[in-house]
């Protein structure tokens, strides 16, 4: 049996982070989800460095759901960078954010985010969302050829 590849959530707000998860599990998205709360464990993770070192860096996750607002290094450094390296520049990035400001949304897609979504705050709402983002990005995307898959 093949195991199915990680959602990686990149969100430093506890709340927002079990409502996914929460929203996710609902919607029945049955990959594993993992959870880091800053830019700089979020490249850690992909690239397999510091306290992931032990994970197969060619494993990368199904998708990358990543706010904008994070310590240390922000979701738009964090895109940057995924950009700019040939191992992950096609990786599925879905900004998933609560800001509705055209300048965030222009620097996002400025920097090849794949997706822009809004947070719903009602629950209902973002079980919705939740399910069609599992549904188009880990079921129905098919991501390049390639090691990175």
Do not use: C
């Not at 922000?74 to 895109?79: D, K, T």
């Amino acid at each position: 049996m093949i195991a199915k590849p990680t959602i990686l959530v990149v969100e430093d707000n506890d709340d927002d982070a079990e409502l996914t998860e929460m929203a996710f599990r609902e919607a029945n998205i049955r990959n594993p989800i993992f959870r880091v709360e800053d830019g700089v464990e979020a490249l850690d993770y992909i690239f397999a460095r510091g306290k992931h070192a032990s994970r197969n860096a060619n494993e990368l996750p199904a998708v990358v759901l990543l706010d904008l607002k994070l310590p240390r290094l922000s979701g738009l450094e964090v895109l940057t960078t995924l950009r700019t390296t040939e191992h992950t520049k096609h990786l599925p990035v879905v900004i998933l954010t609560s800001s509705t400001e055209d300048q965030d949304r222009l620097a996002a897609y400025a920097h090849h985010a794949n997706s822009y979504v809004q947070k719903p705050v009602d629950y209902d709402q973002f079980v919705v969302a939740a399910r069609q983002l599992g549904l188009y990005w880990v079921v129905l995307n098919v991501q390049p050829p390639g090691p990175q898959a």
